[in-house]
């Protein structure tokens, strides 16, 4: 029910917008999370957004680069990825589920992913 899309290929310093949508009819209700794998390593938690909004949390590894937000009448969260490095190369999932659920990495659902690669 979640498709993460977006990514590409983008160089070291530049900018992608990813976007997370669902066809589901109870967006609104979900708390969405963005996830990263990145090649050889474990998944990890980026960050999360509230089911209205208020409230958003990110990693100490993406803050004040990267940005999450949503627009529930369009059911689509997104995640503005800004000052891109190498090390941001991965996989990126959405996910849905209740807050503490998606920030302990167990979120109800998991979203197709889409690859970021940031070359340097």
């Known amino acids: 029910q979640l498709q993460a899309f977006g990514g590409g290929l983008v160089q070291a310093g530049g900018s992608l917008r990813l976007s997370c949508t669902t066809s589901?009819?109870?967006?609104?209700?979900?708390?969405v999370g963005w996830f990263r794998q990145a090649p050889g390593k474990a998944r990890e938690f980026v960050g999360v957004i509230s089911l209205s909004g208020g409230e958003v949390l990110h990693v100490e590894s993406v803050k004040g680069r990267f940005t999450i937000s949503r627009d529930n009448a369009k059911k689509t969260v997104y995640l503005q990825m800004n000052v891109l490095k190498p090390d941001d190369t991965a996989v990126y999932y959405c996910?849905?589920?209740?807050?503490?659920?998606?920030?302990?990495?167990?979120?109800?659902?998991w979203g197709q992913g889409t690859l970021v690669t940031v070359s340097s």
């Open positions: 996910a849905s589920g209740r807050w503490r659920d998606v920030i302990a990495s167990r979120p109800d659902y």
């Open positions: 589901g009819r109870t967006f609104s209700s979900k708390t």
